[in-house]
């Protein structure tokens, strides 16, 4: 099971990505987080958000849900900026023994839901 | 680095092209706790070299509900007075990540510079390039040259380079709360953009006890019944007695957050593409993101459409200058057709009106914002609670007008969480003393 994205939901608070980071680093960081809020194209107000998991990219932007198969994720993603390309990142574990996965739990607006 | 900090403070000398960093020890944190108490601190040592101070809270970009804040503190030329200013959507936690808690910008540069302030290294470049750019021009340029989109970059527009007394700075392309002419400081400084991105990681003392109080604190916000459905700035405009939904509807695109706030204060309007459009098109420059609700508001009150206030809003960031403040002096101008009135703005000089006597920026409304906060209904005690309201976010790094409406985050739970965060033992009485000192 993987986290559902409703993109037009999401406000860009980057909760997510902080609550992630602290998921794999005990510690208030965004650099390490499985899940990115996409903020590139401030000027259009176009956000969205990435998601890495096993086996997909998930990208969630105002359009809809696009899976990408991780291999064959096309170019152009991994230029987006961020501290750490969500590519050499660690996939979601559904924060792995954690009481519910913590993006979903700091998510204020419900566009992170299982 | 240290627990929910850098434990540094940059220091910048304009004059020579030096830039050197001091510890912060654990003393100073637990005497002055951080953001703005430390800023004039900081002011005060360096107060003979006409410092301008960046900080940050030691709750900023944390996972506590509301950590947008970053603070600027000067010697406002409108007022005279040391003065703070607000600055959020990402650049307060920006500042941080990049390495620095603190940052004194002292002196004068003999040349136009900028500071890239990234990843705990301070550099100061040339500029010469950037002189005479917009503000929205200069971000662009920062952030193609620096490589990266989601740069911030604290800048001033034409208005600071000729150190006009409405300069504001500008985060990126958007209006900050600087009420108080910073913008000109940094023209006279010969400074004309800080540019910030950082990888920083912040340590916890007692990481599950810090993680559950910023839950128990954000869980609080969402189950508050008063916020129910509330979003961007037509509520808050609401809250304020204003009802501007049937002006401004026609043109919003999205609202969204700044760093960490689980309520969007902000508010995209689009008037260069149909503003029901989500998906990505070609056109670069879509319209104008709300970030000054009292700005807004002076141009609807001078009777323009709800599309010219915001072209308006739009040539008031480019140029650079406070909001406001430009809408007071155009009124006087007697000008009202759009063309007319965005030519006005790159001539506009005062007197302008100071805003009244407090040190934090007016930019805050002065008001609960969808709570009650047990305050009586006649508004007598609001001042004198606003005061304390803003001087408690200054002074950890909360959002201005998110604690506003925010009657969970108390001094007591944030106190709670520095001390979890930190390992600090933080006191009601160093708060109330750090408040008092700020406050004057
Ligand atoms: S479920 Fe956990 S690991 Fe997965 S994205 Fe959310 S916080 Fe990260
Ligand atoms: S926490 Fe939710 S609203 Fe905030 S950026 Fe993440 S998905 Fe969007």
Same mark, same amino acid.
């Given at each position: 099971m993987d986290i559902k994205i409703d993109p037009i939901k999401c406000i860009a608070c980057c909760a997510c990505e902080l609550a992630c980071g602290y998921h794999w680093d005990d510690a208030m960081s965004p650099i390490t987080s499985s899940i990115i809020v996409y903020r590139t194209r401030e000027k259009k107000n176009y956000f969205g958000l990435m998601l890495k998991t096993e086996e997909n990219l998930v990208l969630a932007r105002p359009e809809g849900i696009e899976i990408q198969r991780i291999g064959e994720v096309q170019e152009g993603v991994e230029a987006d900026p961020s501290a750490k390309p969500i590519m050499l990142r660690d996939a979601c /574990?559904?924060?792995? #023994?954690? /009481? #519910?996965p913590l993006c979903v739990r700091f998510c204020p607006t419900g566009a992170l839901y299982l | 680095m240290g627990n929910l900090t850098n434990e540094t403070i940059l220091i910048v000398d304009l004059a020579s092209g030096e830039t050197y960093k001091e510890d912060i020890d654990e003393e100073f944190y637990e005497s002055h706790i951080g953001g703005v108490r430390i800023n004039l601190a900081l002011f005060e040592k360096y107060q003979e070299e006409d410092p301008i101070i960046l900080g940050t809270g030691l709750l900023t970009g944390t996972l506590v509900p509301g950590s947008a804040l970053g603070i600027v503190t000067a010697k406002s030329p409108q007022t005279g007075k040391v003065c703070h200013a607000p600055i959020c959507i990402y650049g307060g936690m920006e500042l941080k990540y990049a390495g620095f808690d603190f940052v004194v910008i002292k002196g004068i540069s003999p040349n136009p510079v900028y500071l890239w302030l990234h990843d705990e290294v301070a550099d100061i470049n040339d500029a010469v390039d950037l002189m005479g750019k917009d503000s929205w021009a200069t971000t662009d340029e920062l952030r193609k040259s620096l490589g990266e989109d989601i740069i911030q970059v604290l800048n001033i527009g034409p208005a600071g380079e000729r150190q006009s007394d409405l300069a504001q700075i500008i985060l990126n392309y958007w209006a900050t709360g600087d009420r108080w002419g910073f913008g000109k400081l940094l023209g006279q400084k010969n400074v004309k953009a800080i540019a910030l991105r950082g990888m920083g990681i912040f340590d916890l003392e007692d990481e599950e006890g810090f993680v559950d109080a910023c839950a128990d604190l954000f869980k609080a916000f969402k189950d508050e019944p008063s916020l129910s459905g509330k979003k961007g700035i037509i509520d808050i405009a609401a809250a304020m007695g204003e009802d501007i939904t049937d002006w401004l509807s026609p043109i919003i695109h999205r609202h969204s957050a700044d760093y960490n706030c689980p309520y969007p204060i902000n508010t995209f309007v689009k008037y260069?593409? /149909?503003?029901?459009?989500l998906k990505e098109t070609d056109v670069a420059e879509t319209g104008f993101y709300l970030t000054d609700i009292y700005g807004l508001l002076e141009f609807k009150k001078m009777g323009l459409s709800a599309e010219d206030s915001c072209r308006m809003l739009e040539a008031c960031a480019r140029e650079g200058i406070n909001a406001v403040a430009a809408a007071d002096l155009l009124r006087k101008t007697g000008k009202t057709a759009l063309n007319d009135l965005k030519q006005a703005v790159s001539g506009l000089t005062g007197p302008i009106e100071s805003p009244e006597d407090s040190v934090f920026s007016p930019w805050s409304p002065k008001q609960p914002l969808f709570v009650d906060f047990g305050l009586p209904d006649d508004g007598s005690r609001n001042s004198e609670w606003w005061v304390r309201r803003q001087a408690v976010a200054y002074l950890f790094g909360i959002h201005p007008i998110f604690i506003l409406m925010a009657p969970m985050l108390t001094e007591e739970k944030l106190i709670n969480a520095v001390n979890l965060g930190t390992g600090l033992n933080i006191t009601a009485d160093t708060v109330d003393e750090a408040i008092k000192k700020v406050c004057g």
């Open positions: /574990d559904m924060c792995d #023994g954690v /009481d #519910g | 260069n593409e /149909d503003p029901t459009i």
